[in-house]
């Protein structure tokens, strides 16, 4: 079940995500849900990912400047 994203700063496009033992899931703008792994983006980007998802600040930053398209998959 995806959380929603607390957005600290009022201007993400992230809304929500979902973590699992090896990725994240991310939606944004209540819309696209993209699936982030770590074979995808690696392990060390999906742990900082979900350190970032939890804290409710600079996910949106992190994957634009550092994650771009290294996503799994699209999924919805």
């Given at each position: 079940?995806?959380?929603?994203?607390?957005?600290?700063?009022?201007?993400?496009?992230?809304?929500?995500?979902?973590?699992?033992?090896?990725?994240?899931?991310?939606?944004?703008n209540h819309?696209?849900?993209?699936?982030?792994?770590?074979?995808?983006?690696?392990?060390?980007?999906?742990?900082?990912?979900?350190?970032?998802?939890?804290?409710g600040k600079?996910?949106?930053?992190?994957?634009?400047?550092?994650?771009?398209?290294?996503?799994?998959?699209k999924i919805?």
């Open positions: 079940m995806m959380k929603q994203y607390k957005n600290l700063t009022g201007t993400s496009g992230v809304t929500a995500y979902e973590e699992s033992s090896d990725g994240i899931s991310i939606e944004f819309e696209a849900v993209y699936l982030y792994t770590y074979s995808s983006a690696g392990k060390r980007a999906i742990e900082k990912m979900k350190k970032l998802a939890g804290a600079g996910l949106s930053t992190y994957i634009s400047q550092h994650i771009q398209d290294k996503y799994e998959s919805k």
